[in-house]
């Protein structure tokens, strides 16, 4: 099992990492494997991801709420989230998800998107998130926010390169990005609590809390 010191020090990447266009996950396989901490697995990961959720309802609990009143836009960023829904839950439950956390795979997928990123953000700002932001944008941008599953890849890094590549500024494409990162950490932080519960141990249990708790403080 983790320490409590080990938690912190992946609390604490997490937290400053999840609001970047990195992969928070990446850095958390990364410096597990070098510092070989040991069980540091993806269910410690869903509950370091429970935590940032909270301090993203926390901190922009006003801006929720006229959220949720537009309903229109409301329905968009649902619609965008259905397709990480489920091939999330197939890679979990196949286990093909912890095949995709090899070094390899992070060094080539941080490259790759990382160049992509850079590209997407040369491209001419032709749409108002206002008036332009259909449920084909929606689905577009869920779709890329499929490949943020794999390590490597960070989901609000792909999905502001989506956003920018379908012709949104950079404000409105982070901004697309961030109300599609909850339904998708909630839909993380439900199957992360789930299976704590499942799991039944107490240490497990005790390690998870400490993991929710110090991820918010950090995030």
Not at 72 to 82: N, S, Y
Not at 129 to 150: M, P, R
Not at 156 to 182: E, H, P, V, Y
Request: hydrophobic content about 55%; overall charge positive; aromatic content about 12%.
């Amino acid at each position: 099992m983790l320490s409590s010191v080990e938690i912190l020090i992946l609390a604490a990447i997490q937290g400053i990492s999840e609001f970047l266009p990195v992969s928070s996950v990446a850095h958390l396989v990364l410096v597990s494997k070098y510092y070989a901490f040991n069980n540091q697995n993806l269910l410690i990961d869903l509950c370091l991801h429970c935590g940032s959720l909270i301090a993203i309802i926390f901190y922009f609990r006003k801006d929720l709420l006229n959220f949720i009143q537009n309903k229109a836009f409301l329905i968009k960023i649902l619609i965008g989230t259905i397709p990480i829904i489920p091939a999330g839950y197939i890679l979990y439950q196949t286990g093909l998800i912890n095949h995709l956390r090899s070094l390899e795979i992070i060094g080539w997928t941080s490259l790759i998107f990382g160049i992509l990123l850079y590209v997407s953000d040369k491209v001419k700002v032709t749409k108002k998130i206002d008036t332009e932001f259909t449920n084909k944008s929606a689905i577009i941008i869920g779709l890329f926010q499929v490949i943020a599953l794999i390590p490597g890849v960070s989901r609000a890094g792909i999905t502001i390169t989506s956003g920018r590549l379908l012709g949104f500024n950079r404000f409105d494409a982070a901004k697309i990005s961030f109300f599609l990162s909850m339904p998708a950490l909630a839909a993380a932080s439900l199957l992360g609590i789930y299976n704590v519960y499942k799991e039944g141990s107490v240490e497990l249990n005790f390690l998870a809390i400490i993991a929710v708790i110090f991820s918010f403080i950090f995030s």
